[in-house]
Each structure stands twice: as structure tokens, then as C-alpha cells.
């Protein structure tokens, strides 16, 4: 989950590794946010909505956020009979996200500052490959991470909230985009890349208004510089 506001972004656990989606926002952002990680690798919707709270509280002394982003499906996904502690059924994983955006509404994180990212597509053939290198069978199949996506699109639709739509996207035109993937599951340099190029159009509509933490160089007063730093930070 990402978390966006004044002065504080949440982040997906890995979206902050070199050349992640995550650190590519927090350039783009600088000055205008602090950047906290609060991801947890291999979590689904299932144990996030038990841990929300903890995360994001009403009244935590955390600035009002103008973005958030649920990014969830590529465990849930996961088949019953080959993962069943990480797979969540389809219709718990569209209660689950719905109840996380009631959560945030609760705590004053209104739907039209919500973005919803569906699961990308899965390269079964690599991450087949990688199962096997772990000794178990191939747990995931893209046609069943795509009823994943289409589920999480419908929830953004129906709560009012933005969507990105990753699993589509990516397949566009029927592109090769094992490219995008590290070991057919989760997100490569160039993935991230992808992620990043689609999301920063969402996240700048909403972080347009955000001031710059304290003045440009140039900017402060030369004789008195007090006057141009002891503001409230706006320049």
C-alpha cells in the first residue's frame, strides 16, 4: 500500500529496491514528502485488512493523505490446492478490498483519493520454472490472476476510486511482457519502470497542490534568511 500525503508516502515492501516504482515516485516527489516503507512482501488481502489499522490511524498525528494505493492480488490469486496460505478466494478478496476502502473512508482518506492496481499478468512458463527450483508445483495461472484483476477493477468502479490496470496493460496488443516480470511474478527493472510511467499520471492529479518543504536556494533572503526559513515552509 502506498500512502501519500503532506509530508509521508507508504510504500510496497520491494518498490523501494534500485530502479523501484516506489523510489522512482519519491524522486519525483522530493521536497514535498517524507517517504516511509510500510509493505509487507507475500501478504494478502486477508492479513492487510487485519493490519490496516495498525498502519493508519485517525487522529495518528499523520498529515490527511492525498493519495493512497491498494495494490493487491498476485497472492490471493494463488491456487487453492498448490498455495492455500496464501490464496484467498475470489469473492473474500472483493470483501476484503472493499472493506479496506471502507477502513479508509473511516479514518477521513475519501474514495477519490483512492487508486486501485490490479495484479500483473503472471509468465506462467518462468515462474513454473522457479516453483520447481523450490520443489513444489506451479501455484498460479495468469487466466486466474486476470478474474483477479478484472474483480479488483470492478471494486475501484463501483467505490468511485481511480484504477490502474496492470494485468491489461501489460498484454496489450499481445505483447510479449515477460519482460516485465523478474521470475514471472514480480515486477523487473523494466516492470517497474512500466508501473511507474502508468501510476504518475494518477498520483500527480493529486499531489499538484502539494508545497515545496522550505525555499529554493535562490530564493532565500540573503540579509535575513530567518524570514525565508522559519515560514511554514512554503516558498
Excluded at 492496481?117 to 508445483?137: D, M, N
Amino acid at each position: 500500500m502506498t500512502w501519500i500525503s503532506g509530508n509521508r508516502l507508504f510504500f510496497l515492501q520491494f518498490s523501494f529496491q534500485q530502479g523501484g516504482w516506489g523510489a522512482s515516485l519519491a524522486d519525483m516527489l522530493v521536497r514535498k514528502c517524507d517517504i516511509l516503507n510500510r509493505g509487507f512482501s507475500g501478504y494478502n488481502t486477508r492479513w492487510a485488512k487485519i493490519i490496516l489499522p495498525r498502519l493508519v490511524r485517525k487522529g495518528s498525528g499523520l498529515d490527511s493523505p492525498v493519495a493512497v494505493t491498494i495494490f493487491f492480488g498476485a497472492n490471493d490469486s494463488a491456487l487453492k490446492d498448490e498455495n492455500p496460505k496464501q490464496h484467498v478466494p475470489l469473492e473474500e478478496f472483493v470483501a476484503n478490498l472493499r472493506s479496506m476502502v471502507r477502513y479508509l473512508r473511516s479514518v477521513d482518506v475519501p474514495e477519490g483519493r483512492l487508486i486501485l492496481i490490479t495484479p500483473p499478468p503472471l509468465c506462467e512458463a518462468a515462474w513454473a520454472q522457479e516453483c520447481l527450483q523450490q520443489g513444489c508445483k506451479l501455484n498460479r495461472l495468469n487466466s486466474v490472476v486476470g478474474e483477479y484483476a478484472r474483480a479488483c477493477l470492478q471494486v475501484a468502479q463501483d467505490c468511485g476510486a481511480d484504477a490502474l490496470d496492470l494485468w491489461t496493460l501489460m498484454q496489450k496488443d499481445g505483447q510479449d511482457f515477460s519482460s516485465y516480470l523478474s521470475d514471472g511474478l514480480h515486477l523487473s527493472p523494466k516492470g517497474n519502470e512500466f508501473v511507474f510511467s502508468h501510476l504518475w499520471p494518477l498520483i500527480e492529479k493529486k499531489v499538484s497542490s502539494l508545497p515545496f518543504l522550505l525555499p529554493y536556494w535562490r530564493d532565500i533572503a540573503e540579509a535575513r534568511p530567518e524570514l525565508s526559513l522559519l515560514g511554514d515552509g512554503d516558498h
